[in-house]
């Protein structure tokens, strides 16, 4: 047992757990945060994608101690007030999913590349979420759901 200290969705947290135990886990069972999902478990599928240091990061793999001290964001962070964070609200617009399962990892895998690149092109969207899995079809509003909360990022409608 370890204690862990990190920021989680804004607030200060300390948790003495098994620090090999893996991110996605400890956020599910521990902080009942289950809007992370798995996948496939190996870091591939990207449902469980979450912001570490607003990085999106596969917490599926990544062992608790290595948060230590950075600020972890989830799919429930994301919204603050009970107002939707721009790409949610693009997602729901667009109706960006379908079955709804990689949705949380594909926000937060978009969120992530515009707070890198906030005016992205097709090309580099298509780029930056191509290893975030969806067996729906959905991706074609899932370019155009980014392509609004990039606007709607820098103060566009």
């Not at 969705?9 to 135990?21: A, F, L, M, R, S």
């Not at 617009?93 to 895998?109: K, V």
Request: proline letters at 4%; one cysteine or more.
């Amino acid at each position: 047992m370890e204690e862990i200290s990190f920021q989680l969705n804004g607030k200060k947290t300390e948790v003495k757990i098994d620090p090999t135990q893996t991110l996605l886990w400890v956020l599910r069972n521990h902080f009942g945060l289950t809007g992370t999902k798995f996948g496939c478990g190996m870091g591939f599928c990207g449902a469980c994608t979450v912001l570490i240091d607003n990085e999106p990061v596969r917490s599926c793999t990544l062992p608790l101690r290595d948060v230590a001290g950075k600020k972890v964001v989830t799919i429930e962070g994301l919204a603050v007030n009970g107002k939707l964070h721009p790409v949610q609200k693009a997602f729901v617009e667009h109706d960006a999913l379908q079955c709804g399962y990689c949705t949380p990892g594909m926000i937060m895998n978009a969120t992530g590349l515009l707070l890198k690149n906030p005016s992205p092109t097709t090309q580099q969207i298509k780029e930056g979420m191509e290893d975030n899995l969806c067996r729906c079809g959905a991706h074609v509003r899932i370019v155009e759901a980014v392509h609004t909360a990039a606007k709607e990022m820098k103060g566009g409608k």
